[in-house]
């Protein structure tokens, strides 16, 4: 491996968590640190003065153009779209994607959603990568006075739906166990006493399988979703827990094929929200990774 080579490989993972972050796919993180590895191969490097922003810059820049060209697709999406969820305990889990894991959940990615491409790009790079604004103007073209209004007003917007209360990852791993428990055994009772009132389902089928809608509301209607689901597959369902986006989330399986990938959220008390992507091509490296 020679010295340019070894200096982009010593740069991939965070290009690769710059990347997933702004787009919500494994595949397509994967496709535009490919094509930085390109340019990269057809840059003068000895000339460069930082390797690491070239390449920020190059990422981050082709990372809006693909969120661009995805926002137009998705206009024409059935039904919600959800990112790819990610097994942070997986072999093949990239480092970066786990460093600040508080900045990769699931619920973090889906609120994203919310900011245009470049107030999301600066965003990521100021507040999760803690890039300098005087690189962050440089990478979108804007002045820094510029860059810095675009991040105080993302943050502003963001505000609102980010959670305000932080759980313990062993109270909602505590929770995530019994609400397994209570969803494999159908058990109705047991899963309305771990579901807030007022909780909301939101699934991403991706218009391949069915799937509850937009978004389904109320502990007792997603309670009784839960033991439906229990008592028509039977022994036919398998409940795991996993690392999911660098929280414990569920992995359900139908006679052992990954049917669906749930990320909840709590309070520390009850589940409050539950993501469910249930979306096959969003679930295929998960279950490729599973296969190993």
Known sequence: ?????????????RLLGIAYRML????????VVQDAWLRWNDATVEALSSAEAWLVTVVTRLSIDRLRAARIHR?????TWLPEPVLTDAADSPNQLV??????????????????????????????FEVDYGEISSTLGKSEAACRQIVHRAKAQLRDERPRIKVEPADHRRLLEGFAKAAASGDVHALRSLLA????????S?????????SLRGGHRIAN??????????DGMRIALADINGEAGLLRFVDETLESVQIFETDGHRIVRIHSQRNPDKLERIARSLAT
């Open 1 to 13: 491996m020679d010295a340019s080579t070894r200096t982009f490989h010593r740069h991939r993972a």
């Open 75 to 79: 206009e024409h999406y059935v039904g």
């Open 206 to 214: 991706g218009g391949k399988v069915p799937s509850v809608g937009k």
């Open 197 to 204: 009132e007022d909780v909301e389902l939101i699934s991403d």
């Open 99 to 128: 460093e600040r894991a508080d900045q990769l959940s699931f619920a973090f990615l889906a609120v994203l959603e919310r900011l245009a491409p470049e107030a999301r790009a600066a965003f990521l790079l100021h507040e999760v």
């Open 24 to 31: 919500g796919s494994s595949a397509d993180a994967e496709e």
């Open 225 to 234: 979703l839960y033991f439906v689901v229990a008592k028509r597959l039977g």
